[in-house]
Structure formats: C-alpha cells, structure tokens
C-alpha cells in the first residue's frame, strides 16, 4: 500500500506559479513511478506529466512542457510539480499517482491516488 497526500494548490494569477508536493508513505517509494493528472469540471482526468523511479526520466503533455517540471526526491518520499506561467486553462484538481509499471498517460495504469488539490488560475 502507498498513501498518497498532496498539498500546495490554490488561486494564483495567469502567468504565476505554484509547486504542487505529494508526500508519500508506505512501501518504497522509490519502487514507484509517479504521475500528476488533472481533471477539470465536466472534463476526463488527464495526464500532465511522470517520472521514472529513480527521476532520470521524465514525460510531460504537449500543453505543458516548457512551462511544468516534475521531480521527485526519494530520500523525502516526494514528488514534486512545479508550476511556471500558468493559464486559465491549468484550472483543474491535481492529482498525483503512483504505479508500479513505468509512466504511463492512462490512468488506469495508476493503483495509488491521492485526494486531489485544487489549483485555480484567474485571468
């Protein structure tokens, strides 16, 4: 079992920034790759970006590469997303995930989630 718990969510204005975190607790977890999802009101959930097990490779979705970085720190059980020039259109609940298998865009891939954080972008 891996508990997932994210935190740093909140309102910012387009163009700022916001670093997501997600602690893990539970079995290694390093074992795990990781992935941050979103899901905006009335939308699917949808990959935002993944990290490998030991952070040497990392994947990110068209509209936010450039913008997000994700990292991972094994030694403090977190992931981390930072979030750089944001839009309107980053509004949506985060989520972080963890999966055994390697990054993945599906999320069904994914076993562990966390409850989610709030990000909301005003223009």
């Known amino acids: 079992q891996v508990q997932l718990v994210e935190s740093g969510g909140g309102l910012v204005q387009a163009g700022g920034s916001l670093r997501l975190s997600c602690a893990a607790s539970?079995?290694?977890?390093?074992?795990?790759?990781m992935g941050w999802f979103r899901q905006a009101p009335g939308k699917e959930r949808e990959f935002v970006a993944g990290?490998?097990?030991?952070?040497?490779?990392?994947y990110y979705t068209d509209s936010v590469k450039g913008r997000f970085t994700i990292s991972r720190d094994n030694a403090k059980n977190t992931v981390y997303l930072q979030m750089n020039s944001l839009k309107p259109e980053d509004t949506a609940v985060y989520y972080c995930?963890?999966?055994?298998?390697?990054?993945?865009?599906?999320?069904?891939?994914?076993?562990?989630w966390g409850q989610g954080t709030q990000v909301t972008v005003s223009s």
């Open positions: 995930a963890a999966t055994g298998k390697v990054v993945t865009s599906r999320p069904a891939e994914y076993g562990y």
């Open positions: 990290i490998s097990r030991s952070g040497g490779s990392t």
């Open positions: 539970g079995r290694t977890f390093s074992s795990y790759a």
